[in-house]
């Protein structure tokens, strides 16, 4: 008999708040305060809340699908639930820092486990500048923007942008351009996880940009410095023949 203390929260989508009261009928359970493991019903916009929600707590999170994408997420099913549990693989996540110094001289900070984005707030395109560990890599780049993505969220906005999909232990970032307009033929590149990059935004005036960590966005950017921080982990579960490494590796061969 296991002996995991489980909690579950669920997104507010009716069909996840159905799988809550179904699991919470089936097993015992306790607050999420006092959880070993918490257990997520939702997508993965939900998993991403409760990323953050649980950054300084020690707790892992086994996350299934009960929203519209689910990539970090395993499949619903209400059985064995405990055993499923037990018999998990652990991935663990270390989030990326964005610091940013608005127009007006304002900073902020935020994490982001997927990616971080820089994006044109006008019709004008975006007018960038790029330093990677203290040197100028691009004095100038023109484009719709541009994120910094963990192998984590390498399958999601990252993806969309044609940017590479990165196996979870490669311990690589991808920086990726959105819709780039000159030089038209870069396509970004690979850093190692501990290097520090920082974005400036040219003629801030007439070509605003915003940047976004996840789902905390700052507008009207001055400059944005994005690194990994290592002092933060999270532990997510995953099913055995459906884990995260599996699912990244089979996205790199689908049609």
């Known amino acids: 008999?296991?002996?995991?203390?489980?909690?579950?929260?669920?997104?507010q989508d009716e069909e996840a708040l159905r799988a809550k009261r179904e699991l919470e009928t089936k097993y015992a359970h306790v607050h999420e305060k006092d959880a070993d493991v918490v257990v997520v019903l939702g997508g993965d916009g939900k998993m991403l809340e409760a990323l953050r929600h649980y950054i300084d707590k020690s707790v892992k999170v086994f996350g299934m699908n009960k929203g519209t994408?689910?990539?970090?997420?395993?499949?619903f099913s209400s059985k064995h639930l405990p055993e499923r549990i037990e018999a998990a693989t652990l991935v663990t996540l270390h989030p990326l820092r964005m610091r940013v110094e608005t127009s007006t001289g304002e900073t902020e900070e935020a994490?982001?486990?997927?990616?971080?984005?820089?994006?044109?707030?006008?019709s004008q395109t975006a007018k960038l500048r790029i330093t990677i560990d203290n040197t100028i890599r691009m004095e100038e780049l023109l484009c719709d923007g541009i994120l910094v993505s963990t192998p984590a969220g390498s399958t999601a906005y990252n993806l969309s942008a044609h940017g590479p999909i990165i196996p979870l232990g490669a311990g690589i970032l991808a920086l990726t351009p959105i819709s780039a307009f000159r030089p038209r033929r870069?396509?970004?590149?690979?850093?190692?996880?501990?290097?520090?990059?920082?974005?400036?935004?040219?003629?801030?005036?007439?070509?605003p940009v915003s940047a976004t960590a996840d789902a905390t966005e700052v507008?009207?950017?001055?400059?944005?410095?994005?690194?990994?921080?290592?002092?933060?982990?999270?532990?997510?579960?995953?099913?055995?023949?459906?884990?995260?490494?599996?699912r990244v590796l089979k996205e790199q061969f689908s049609p």
């Open 69 to 75: 994408v689910g990539f970090l997420m395993n499949e």
């Open 219 to 246: 507008r009207n950017i001055k400059t944005v410095s994005v690194e990994e921080d290592r002092s933060i982990k999270l532990d997510l579960l995953y099913d055995p023949d459906h884990n995260l490494d599996e």
């Open 111 to 122: 994490l982001a486990f997927n990616e971080v984005s820089l994006l044109r707030e006008t």
């Open 1 to 11: 008999m296991s002996r995991l203390k489980l909690a579950f929260i669920a997104s």
């Open 186 to 207: 870069w396509r970004g590149a690979l850093l190692q996880h501990d290097a520090k990059i920082k974005i400036e935004a040219l003629d801030i005036q007439k070509r």
